[in-house]
């Protein structure tokens, strides 16, 4: 395998909406519209970070990330998700790669944090916790969690960009 994690191209951008709707095919919790999801940021020209894991010039892996509002507010924090794995590739560490990368692309762009809608068994290694003071819908759930990246932690109730209600 030659793994390369890089920004998305526009020769990618079918691959992408195919490995995501694969993934999410058999994932639990899916809403069945996150390939609909990262085509609505790209539209709107909110897809921050793209970044595509790509094996020998075949697109395995995408991490997609878009700012988000905290009471109604931009403040220069951004939401991972989706994030997807071809079927065939999942559990070999590929994930991981592609969200690290992109945290270290955020943090050299002086974004505040990262959200993510998630199971924290997963997302607890990368540094993410639950925040009490940081919710999504109002109340506080362990599968919403937050790292901060530079500077201060954010309160407040979190609104992703119109593009995830697609
Ligand atoms: C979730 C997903 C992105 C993880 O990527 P991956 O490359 O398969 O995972 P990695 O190889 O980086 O990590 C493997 C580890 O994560 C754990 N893991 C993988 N998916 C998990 C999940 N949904 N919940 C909890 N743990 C998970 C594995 O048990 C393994 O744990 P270990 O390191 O303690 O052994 C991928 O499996 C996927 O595309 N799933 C379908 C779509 C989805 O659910 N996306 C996430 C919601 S936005």
Not at 97 to 105: N, Q
Not at 123 to 139: H, K, M
């Amino acid at each position: 395998m030659t793994l390369e994690i890089r920004s998305e191209q526009p020769a990618d951008i079918a691959a992408i909406s195919a490995v995501t709707t694969a993934a999410f095919k058999t994932a639990p919790h899916s809403s069945g519209t996150e390939a609909r999801i990262i085509e609505g940021l790209r539209a709107a020209g909110a897809l921050t970070l793209s970044l595509v894991a790509v094996d020998q010039d075949e697109i395995i892996g995408h991490a997609a990330f878009s700012p988000i509002s905290i009471a109604d507010v931009q403040e220069d924090w951004y939401g991972l998700g989706p994030v997807s794995i071809s079927l065939e590739h999942q559990g070999q560490g590929i994930g991981q790669l592609l969200i690290r990368a992109g945290l270290e692309r955020l943090r050299s762009l002086q974004a505040a944090g990262c959200v993510v809608l998630g199971d924290p068994r997963y997302y607890q290694r990368f540094g993410f916790v639950s925040d009490p003071a940081l919710t999504y819908g109002g109340d506080p759930s362990p599968y919403f969690q937050r790292l901060i990246l530079n500077g201060p932690p954010a309160a407040g109730d979190v609104s992703y960009h119109s593009a995830f209600e697609a």
